[in-house]
């Protein structure tokens, strides 16, 4: 543990800051896993809209990298799309 107040401090906030990021990342990985296990297009759709918010909002709190959201969008919208009806 460092021994400077201020250290001490940015040590607390870090590890707030990397619970909150671990959090985050499991609720994406699981928004995701719910589109690839959707059966029907309907469904897809529904589970693909919460995906899309929570990789908007990875990126805007610079969890993930922008190409990375776009990356698994895509993918994900070409999955949607292959479902039958």
């Given at each position: 543990?460092?021994?400077?107040?201020?250290?001490?401090?940015?040590?607390?906030?870090?590890?707030?800051?990397?619970?909150?990021?671990?959090?985050?990342?499991?609720?994406?990985?699981t928004?995701?896993?719910?589109?690839?296990?959707?059966?029907?297009?309907?469904?897809?759709?529904?589970?693909?809209?919460?995906?899309?918010?929570?990789?908007?909002?990875?990126?805007t709190?610079?969890?993930?990298?922008?190409?990375?959201?776009?990356?698994?969008?895509?993918?994900?919208?070409?999955?949607?799309?292959?479902?039958?009806?």
């Amino acid at each position: 543990m460092a021994n400077i107040k201020n250290q001490i401090k940015r040590a607390l906030t870090n590890e707030k800051r990397a619970d909150r990021n671990l959090a985050e990342r499991s609720e994406l990985k699981t928004a995701i896993k719910s589109v690839r296990n959707a059966s029907t297009k309907e469904e897809g759709t529904v589970a693909l809209s919460k995906a899309y918010k929570l990789l908007d909002e990875s990126v805007t709190s610079n969890i993930h990298h922008r190409n990375y959201a776009k990356r698994e969008k895509s993918r994900l919208a070409k999955f949607v799309n292959s479902l039958e009806a």
